[in-house]
């Protein structure tokens, strides 16, 4: 039986909601690959390199996990890295109602691979990579959100 996972995103950045779906998917699968996707056309806060070495610092020892990048259909991905799972977070009502949708299109793109929606706990309900982002740019403290450093702000 396959037991190896896709946890896809922009991850821009990791936020300890993140970290939340990954600590609860872990004893589920035996490799979790956290893909970040990469879109040429969209200008990011943060370079995927470094988002992925954030990623990577966070799971040094692990080796269940494998940080990598890449470019188009999420499900196509899987198929490359044998993957019969998508991982996606679920923070309410709206993020299900989203997320079910992307499900039923994976599902006629590739009928092998599954979704697995697991939803945030409580205290990371309201967390978002752009509500950590915006405090960034503001100047705010980001801190509680994620788990580490986020380079300083141009100015």
Request: glycine share 6%; with cysteine.
């Amino acid at each position: 039986m396959n037991h190896t996972a896709v946890f896809a995103g922009s991850f821009s950045p990791f936020t300890k909601g993140h970290e939340d779906i990954i600590r609860k998917a872990l004893p589920l699968f035996d490799r979790i690959f956290i893909a970040i996707g990469h879109n040429h056309n969209k200008k990011d806060a943060f370079s995927v390199e470094e988002r992925m070495n954030w990623i990577k610092a966070l799971y040094p020892n692990n080796p269940k996990i494998e940080v990598l990048a890449y470019e188009g259909l999420t499900v196509d991905l899987c198929g490359k890295l044998g993957a019969a799972y998508l991982i996606r977070g679920v923070r309410n009502n709206l993020d299900f109602q989203a997320e079910q949708e992307l499900y039923l299109i994976n599902k006629k793109l590739s009928p092998a691979v599954d979704t697995i929606l697991i939803p945030s706990s409580p205290e990371w309900a309201t967390v978002s990579s752009s509500l950590v982002r915006e405090l960034w740019q503001l100047g705010a403290d980001y801190s509680p959100f994620v788990s580490f450093k986020l380079p300083e702000r141009a100015s």
